[in-house]
């Protein structure tokens, strides 16, 4: 199966364990992903806000550079993963909105006809076309005995909904459940994490990022999978600063939904980008995964 | 004869002609339709001065034929047959056609609504032309009258009609009738116990001597039409012989497996494998769960049959089917919850302590899994603080869009018996009090005055994940309160949701077998909202209680009471006028190939072996044309929809185009 891929900026570089991870479990998976040549940013949630038109323009650019020989594209983080789709459904919807992009887009002598590309998430991927039995019969090493709290954040489920529940999704719940792994209730699931309010406002972004550690560990979660960038940063590299905040001492693992699916087939750890986290995840990981071995 | 046909337009008052020019639709069908002698508009066709207009045309004019562009024909068409029957006219010799729904309410644009209209009055007019004398059927009544759910609404209609000294079968899926109510505590706003006023007419209707009860029993398959149905019934097996059964209950009492009641208990309490679902079932003989007998599961136990003193059990039974005939039939069907689960962020299923609406009014029951106290899951503690959550499932896009109407008294009844069994502050999260029938507007400043909190807010999450250190091991419920403009955290031990009541999941299938209609969100179609409720477009079958869309107790109850009012009037008539509209084969040309017996939908075609022709019977034909299409030698004939009716309607649309062919060839022009 061949797939158009659509890494975005996050994953050159502080989620190159995202990009790395990602391509080793599609690798595993037979799944052929194929880098959109010349690919652009997505501008965030940020460019939408300033200027509609040109945000739509610059994210449509990528679907126009979408092989004609492909129909699906696979965006692994939640912000471009939206704005892909997003884009798609407003060129979709408002045929004035899709012949201005198509102008823009025909300055680059490139088009796009709304609809033509199929923006995917890996993990609906891996949920609906491969499935429960192909993913157990994958498994090397059996997440047992490992407390694992899902973490969808807000941009996957919502508002384009068709894929999971938007308030309580649960596909990566039942993923990690085939896996072995013990998935702990986590409430607050689709919950935001703050996103870009760090830049903005500290005391509220560490309020939103303590909440969501607070209920890992009142379930006591041993790790947090994560499938978006945004999400992975604050909850990982401001964990210390929460700590330093709110006088509180967690110390939760936060890592990419594809990285502990590396571990669970069996996967090179160093080839899935362990060790790049600033909350160092593999001890946590080792400790339990080889206690039950052991056991 | 030279037809004289007479078109009368409606204005509809502006209904019609705010989008139709009905003044120029008249003058035009006058001077350009082939034996139109008179063309009228009116304000309101319909009225007295409307029909008496007609009716002195007709003797005036000496006309032969009567075209009225009106409204639909579903409520007029009666009116203007009668009109022109009134004047000596045959009334199959009236045609109705639509101005209004099919035109005025769903045009835009004036000029080319008016141009619509122009081709269906010259539709009409060409049909009507054609369209011969007929005369109705008279088909006897069937004094007996089938009702469907054994509800309170079911339950008085049939009792209704079995003190008026007509025969009723009642057909009642569960092992007992009582309905929804049975499980009820207290009823809203009077707070009479529901089981006291509730059995008093379970066992009037178990033992009056005009009403036959068949409980877990489905309506399996209706044919025939008003007066004279044919139901056939499933007694689905209960393993128990009810001759023999004398409702003792001890094979109940010795039954060794408990498996959770999703039905009665609402899934909030157990049941035995072999049960009665309450203590005061009609009837009280209990049935066996095949799906969760011992015995069915493994061949093993018959402990009931072994202690059964009179050898009432019977593990062989199986089910039976029951032919009826019946004048008129009473649907009430009732209503079902809506899945909580459906709505995650409120956490049914994942939270212990959030309840749906009836799992609490077992709760509330004295004679319910926790006697009637108040308890949270652990069956225990006594909740301190309790939310109710309103509209879930209802007025929301995402589920339905209905309010269900009765959520809001049954809230604040909730509210009171928290108040009354517990020392409990109540919360209640509602979008709007809906409180407005006798005496509920009374009950909701009663709670007001009682202290139970209203927050104006729908709930955006019920969860146990605490921020603050008063919310550890509480529920919180996140709420906007809009009347306030603020977010809020209320902290709670017991949650209570408020379902929606939503259509029975089957309705539509049952709506099929009956013929009719149902409602986009799923509710039985009345024949008209306002004045014909109980009603439904299938004369002979009447709607009656939440079947027909969300309805309290005394909503229903008044219900029921209307449709047996209403049967009562078919069957005091004695007999009843059908439409002659239906199918006649030439048994001359007949080849008797049959294809028409087994197409019929209806079953009205019976085949002669004797002359070896079929032949149509007249009182079950309901006219749809089925056989006349697929009659190989074409020698069945619909009346009232000829192919000569048929295909001049066709020419009469086309009116326009046809003018212009004739323009393009002028030989074709005569007189």
């Known amino acids: ?295 | 004869m030279a037809e004289r046909v007479g078109v009368y337009i409606c204005h509809c008052g502006s209904n019609i002609a705010g989008m139709v020019d009905v003044e120029q639709v008249a003058k035009w069908a006058g001077e350009n339709l082939e034996g139109v002698v008179v063309s009228r508009d009116y304000k309101f066709m319909c009225s007295s001065l409307g029909q008496a207009m007609i009716e002195e045309d007709i003797k005036k004019h000496n006309l032969t034929h009567v075209v009225v562009g009106a409204c639909s024909p579903h409520l007029h068409e009666k009116t203007f047959r009668k009109a022109c029957q009134n004047a000596g006219l045959n009334p199959y010799l009236c045609q109705m056609t639509n101005l209004r729904e099919h035109v005025s309410w769903v045009s835009r644009d004036r000029e080319k609504a008016t141009e619509k209209a122009r081709a269906l009055v010259a539709a009409a007019v060409e049909r009507v032309k054609r369209q011969e004398p007929l005369q109705p059927l008279s088909v006897d009544v069937n004094p007996a009258t089938l009702v469907i759910g054994g509800g309170i609404a079911g339950l008085q209609a049939t009792l209704e009609l079995a003190d008026a000294g007509y025969p009723v079968y009642v057909v009642e899926r569960r092992p007992s009738i009582g309905g929804h109510m049975a499980q009820f505590d207290k009823t809203f706003p009077t707070l009479d116990c529901s089981a006291c006023i509730l059995t008093p007419k379970m066992s009037e209707a178990g033992q009056h001597p005009n009403v036959t009860l068949y409980t877990y029993s489905e309506v399996d398959e209706v044919s025939g039409s008003v007066g004279h149905f044919r139901v056939r019934i499933r007694r689905k097996a209960r393993m128990v012989t009810e001759d023999k059964c004398t409702g003792c209950g001890i094979c109940v009492e010795k039954c060794p497996r408990k498996v959770v009641d999703e039905d009665f208990e609402a899934g909030f309490g157990y049941r035995k494998a072999i049960y009665t679902p309450f203590p005061q079932a009609v009837p009280r003989i209990p049935v066996i769960d095949v799906h969760s007998c011992i015995w069915f599961e493994r061949q093993k136990c018959r402990a009931c049959e072994k202690l059964c003193p009179t050898g009432a059990i019977d593990f062989e039974q199986k089910d039976e089917i029951i032919e009826l005939e019946v004048g008129n039939i009473i649907v009430a069907t009732g209503w079902n919850m809506f899945d909580c689960r459906r709505i995650p962020q409120y956490g049914y299923g994942r939270l212990a302590n959030v309840f749906t609406a009836l799992e609490f009014e077992r709760m509330c029951n004295a004679a319910g899994p926790t006697n009637g106290k108040i308890l949270l899951r652990d069956g225990k503690t006594e909740p301190q603080t309790v939310a109710i959550v309103h509209c879930v499932g209802s007025r929301d896009s995402n589920h339905n869009e209905y309010c269900s109407g009765i959520c809001c008294m049954a809230a604040l009844k909730f509210g009171h018996l928290v108040l009354e069994k517990t020392k409990a502050e109540v919360y209640s999260f509602y979008i709007d009090m809906r409180t407005n029938q006798k005496g509920y507007e009374e009950f909701y400043h009663r709670l007001l005055e009682e202290g139970m909190h209203f927050v104006r807010g729908k709930v955006a999450e019920v969860t146990d994940a605490a921020r603050r250190p008063d919310e550890a091991g509480k529920l919180i419920v996140q709420v906007e309160d809009t009347l306030l403009g603020k977010q809020r955290r209320i902290p709670v031990d017991m949650v209570i949701l408020m379902g929606a009541l939503e259509p029975q999941t089957d309705a539509k299938e049952l709506g099929l077998k009956l013929g009719i209609s149902c409602s986009m969100a799923g509710w039985y179609t009345e024949r008209h909202p306002k004045l014909d409720p109980v009603a439904t477009m299938t004369d002979g079958i009447f709607v009656a209680g939440t079947c027909q869309g969300p309805k309290d107790i005394p909503a229903s109850v008044a219900q029921g009471a209307a449709a047996a009012a209403r049967v009562m009037g078919m069957i005091t008539k004695r007999k009843v006028w059908i439409e002659p509209v239906v199918a006649t084969i030439d048994e001359s040309r007949c080849s008797g190939c049959r294809i028409c017996n087994n197409i019929c939908p209806y079953n009205a075609i019976e085949y002669d072996e004797a002359k070896g022709v079929s032949r149509v019977i007249t009182a079950m034909c309901k006219g749809c044309g089925t056989c006349v299409a697929a009659c190989p030698a074409g020698v069945i004939s619909g009346a009232h929809f000829s192919n000569e009716q048929v295909f001049a309607e066709i020419e009469g649309i086309l009116w326009d185009a046809l003018q212009e062919e004739k323009k393009a060839e002028p030989q074709a022009v005569t007189g």
Request: glycine share 6%; hydrophobic share 40%; with cysteine.
């Open chain 1, 1 to 295: 199966m061949k797939y158009a891929y659509y890494p975005g900026c996050s994953l050159e570089c502080n989620s190159a364990a995202y990009d790395h991870s990602v391509r080793a479990v599609a690798d595993l998976l037979g799944i052929e992903l194929r880098e959109i040549d010349d690919w652009n940013c997505c501008g965030a949630t940020e460019y939408f806000t300033q200027d509609e038109l040109a945000a739509c323009a610059v994210i449509a650019r990528n679907l126009a550079l979408v092989d004609p020989q492909l129909d699906q594209v696979v965006a692994p983080c939640a912000a471009c993963y939206l704005n892909l789709r997003k884009v798609d459904h407003l060129m979709q919807e408002n045929p004035e909105l899709e012949s201005k992009v198509n102008q823009c887009l025909a300055a680059g002598k490139l088009h796009y006809d709304p609809g033509r590309v199929r923006v995917r998430h890996l993990l609906d991927l891996i949920y609906s076309d491969f499935g429960e039995a192909t993913l157990r019969d994958k498994v090397v090493q059996p997440l047992t005995g490992l407390r694992v709290a899902c973490y969808y954040g807000c941009q996957i489920v919502r508002p384009f909904h068709g894929t999971d529940n938007p308030e309580q999704p649960t596909k990566l719940d039942e993923v990690f459940s085939w896996l072995g792994a013990e998935v702990v209730d986590f409430p607050v699931k689709a919950h935001c994490c703050g996103g870009h309010m760090t830049q903005i406002s500290e005391p509220q972004a560490f309020e939103m990022i303590r909440r969501l550690l607070a209920n890992a560990e009142e379930y006591k979660a041993d790790v947090i999978v994560t499938m978006c960038p945004m999400c992975q940063l604050n909850l990982d590299a401001y964990q210390a600063r929460v700590n330093g905040f709110f006088h509180t001492d967690y110390k939760i693992p936060i890592i990419f939904f594809t990285q502990l699916l590396g571990v669970a087939f069996g996967l090179d750890w160093k080839k899935l980008g362990f060790g790049k986290e600033i909350v160092p995840a593999e001890p946590v990981l080792r400790r339990k995964l080889t206690a039950v071995a052991a056991a």
